[in-house]
């Protein structure tokens, strides 16, 4: 046990499914959980969960003391026992089944699955929830989600920079391995002389829907996979992100042709 707490230099608090869980971030860049707060979620006695860590050798490597602001009933700092993020997994695993009430035991496995991640994009993303309707949505193709993505990227390469400089110290070394950082993630995400736009992919997607809607009319089967199968093999391309820019119009005349095929409408 150390003499004196430590102290933290951010703090968040998440809602995990209805559950309060602290966590604080170090000077070292490590992120630690309060471990009242798991065991109190929990329904499992705290200090009998402290001394399984503290005879736990791997456990015990990430085991502290570190000063946590507490918002109930007052604002003010309390001394808390923490375990380092990463070692929360192999702690909440350790807690038996058996351990816990029927009516926890569902909880239990949710922290065990979901805990360290929530924790984790806590401070990576700012997040303060485990709501799952959200993660849902980024599975969405939108521009919107892609804006999203583009700043996740962002938001992890400049805090693993921000580390970087805190560890070596050279700035005009780290200055440009930041420019060369940046560089490929615009490659990645923002090469527009190489692929469409989102937008523009967008509208790709909405025209091929709407020529396979009219196929599938006809046949009674479903032909989006075939539709896109023939834009694919049309252009040599494994998917539509991957239209060059110069193949948009060309792409967008041949599905306009496809559907007045079909049914003779205007364009799209």
């Not at 602001?69 to 997994?89: A, G, I, K, M, Y």
Request: hydrophobic letters at 40%; glycine letters at 6%; proline letters at 3%.
């Amino acid at each position: 046990m150390a003499d004196k707490a430590l102290q933290p230099i951010d703090q968040k608090t998440v809602d995990f499914y209805g559950d309060e869980l602290s966590a604080v971030l170090l000077e070292d860049g490590a992120i630690y959980v309060s471990i009242a707060h798991m065991c109190d979620a929990l329904g499992v006695d705290t200090q009998g969960q402290t001394r399984r860590i503290k005879r736990n050798e791997v456990l015990e490597d990430g085991y502290t003391w570190v000063d946590i602001l507490s918002t109930q009933p007052n604002p003010q700092r309390r001394r808390s026992q923490v375990l380092r993020l990463d070692l929360v997994p192999l702690f909440l695993t350790g807690i038996s089944t058996k351990a816990v009430k029927d009516e926890i035991r569902a909880k239990l496995k949710r922290f065990q699955r979901e805990a360290a991640r929530v924790l984790w994009q806590a401070f990576q993303e700012g997040r303060l929830t485990a709501d799952p309707s959200f993660s849902e949505l980024l599975q969405a193709d939108t521009p919107a989600v892609q804006a999203y993505r583009v700043l996740q990227q962002l938001t992890v390469l400049a805090r693993n920079q921000v580390l970087l400089e805190a560890r070596l110290g050279d700035h005009a070394l780290l200055i440009g391995d930041l420019d060369r950082r940046l560089e490929q993630v615009e490659d990645i995400l923002g090469d527009e002389g190489r692929h469409v736009t989102p937008d523009q992919a967008s509208q790709i997607s909405q025209a091929v829907k709407t020529v396979a809607m009219k196929l599938s009319k006809q046949s009674g089967r479903n032909e989006y996979g075939g539709v896109y199968g023939e834009l694919y093999r049309k252009f040599g391309i494994t998917s539509y992100k991957q239209l060059p820019v110069a193949k948009f119009d060309e792409a967008m005349a041949w599905l306009n042709e496809w559907r007045e095929s079909i049914e003779g409408e205007v364009p799209f």
